[in-house]
Antibody, heavy 120, light 106 residues
């Protein structure tokens, strides 16, 4: 059974940093691309960032480009999102999602999410 | 940037009704389109990918069609457990979700 468990969320002041982690199990981790998707309270889904199987290719939404960095450690079956210069509009539930067989695929499995609140 | 729209934004239908949700891209996206179901308080679930391929384990009352700019998600016979918000997503090159369609039971 695929499991994706996010951690690292919390309350942070604007301008500060936070690092999210996603621990994966139940599948061959380095066979799949992974993505971060967020959902602001009461709002829709927003793709944040994605990374291919070996970290050699990444993508970012315009809203986070230059501030967020996605990475993965295949030896630890873990995905990360380093979030710098946080803004109040970054407040959301952040999901880790496993892609299908290619980098650009639907997201077959999702974690439960970790809540990031940016507020002074 | 490619924008995704959905219509309607919400609908209310009776159990057993056929329900259709439309998703439109402002540029052609071939068939790089997925549909997700998100029940209240739950994690999104992939229903359909490649515009019309049913994800394993998804009931056959769900179907998808379309290519290019216009896509539809159809629930052939609405069930109480289908109450949810449905999102389309173009998933190639800067993935983008549609704004969602909330489905309720009348």
């Amino acid at each position: 059974e695929v499991q994706l468990v996010e951690s690292g969320g919390g309350l942070v002041q604007p301008g500060r940093s936070l690092r999210l982690s996603c621990a994966a199990s139940g599948f061959t981790f380095d066979d799949f691309a992974l993505h971060w998707v967020r959902q602001a309270p009461g709002k829709g889904l927003e793709w944040v960032s994605g990374i291919n199987w070996n970290g050699g290719s990444t993508g970012y939404a315009d809203s986070v480009k230059g501030r967020f960095t996605i990475s993965r450690d295949n030896a630890k079956n873990s995905l990360y999102l380093q979030m710098n210069s946080l803004r109040t509009e970054d407040t959301a539930l952040y999901y880790c999602a496993k892609a299908g067989p290619s980098f650009w695929s639907g997201y077959t499995d999702w974690g439960q999410g970790t809540l990031v609140t940016v507020s002074s | 940037d490619i924008q995704m729209t959905q219509s309607p934004s919400s609908l209310s239908a009776s159990v057993g009704d056929r329900v259709t949700i439309t998703c439109r891209a402002n540029q052609g996206i071939s068939n790089y389109l997925a549909w997700y179901q998100q029940k209240p308080g739950k994690v999104p679930k992939l229903l359909i990918y490649a515009a019309s391929t049913l994800q394993s384990g998804v009931p056959s009352r769900f179907s998808g069609s379309g290519s290019g700019t216009d896509f539809t998600l159809t629930i052939s016979s609405l069930q109480p457990e289908d109450v949810a918000t449905y999102y389309c997503q173009k998933y190639n090159n800067a993935p983008t979700f549609g704004p969602g369609t909330k489905v309720d039971i009348k």
